[in-house]
């Protein structure tokens, strides 16, 4: 879906940009950690040549493991960061955001 960080990144200070909740942050940094074991355990299983379809169940597990993550965070950005943008008459830019993201979600 969506694994794109906005132009100054994640919590950025910049006037009219929300910073996430750290208890938000520590749970996206909890799941990033996830899918990195998972990665460096599905490289470990490709060097060692183990059957496919075991390989397959973990990068599939990899994928949900992201999809849930982005899923997550562009909840958050819904309830938070587009509010904040409505209440601020930024309706242009959030709106423009959220398309961009959905046309880089289609590729």
């Known amino acids: 879906m969506l694994g794109i960080p906005p132009p100054r990144g994640y919590g950025s200070s910049a006037p ?3 910073r996430v909740d750290d208890a938000l942050r520590q749970d996206y940094v909890k799941r990033i950690n996830y ?3 998972h990665l460096k355990g599905v490289r470990k299983m490709i060097e060692e040549d183990k059957y496919c379809v075991d390989v397959l169940r973990q990068t599939l597990a990899i994928r ?3 999809q849930k993550l982005e899923a997550l965070m562009l ?3 819904l309830k938070e960061c587009v509010l904040a943008g409505v209440r601020e008459g930024r309706e242009d830019q959030v709106v423009s955001e959220l398309i961009e993201l959905y046309r880089l979600a289609e590729r």
């Open 64 to 66: 949900k493991a992201i």
């Open 35 to 37: 899918v990195e074991g």
């Open 16 to 18: 009219g940009e929300e």
């Open 75 to 77: 909840e958050g950005h």
